[in-house]
């Protein structure tokens, strides 16, 4: 089960675009997420009236390793670590390790 949900704020931890912020546009499952904005590759487009596409080079999101990614904590302004936490209620929420504020707030 993956600790980064599709909406969350990321930071990428390595590759061309370390340090640069998005929003995870999906979880894919072999382990990797599409980031809104980052790790852009151009791809060669054919034309496709049918489908209305024009063709050409295109720019498309490619998916990253979930372990190159963090979730970002708008509290401290860093990559944080996520964990969950069982309330007394029963619900399970997650919740980051610097400060342990719910991630869903």
């Known amino acids: 089960m993956s600790k980064i949900h599709k909406g969350d704020q990321v930071v990428l931890n390595t ?10 546009l999906s979880v894919l499952d072999s382990g990797h997420v ?13 034309p ?4 209305g596409i024009a063709g050409g080079i295109v720019s498309k999101e490619m998916p990253i390793d979930i372990s190159n ?4 904590n708008v509290a401290t302004q860093k ?7 069982i ?13 342990g504020e719910a991630v869903d707030a």
């Open 34 to 46: 599409v980031v809104e904005g980052l790790n852009v590759a151009k791809k060669h487009a054919k």
């Open 69 to 72: 990614v963090a979730v970002f």
């Open 48 to 51: 496709n009236p049918m489908k």
């Open 79 to 85: 990559a944080d670590r996520v964990s969950y936490k």
């Open 15 to 24: 590759g061309k675009d370390k340090g640069k912020r998005g929003t995870v």
């Open 87 to 99: 309330l007394k209620d029963g619900k399970k929420v997650r919740v980051f390790k610097s400060n």
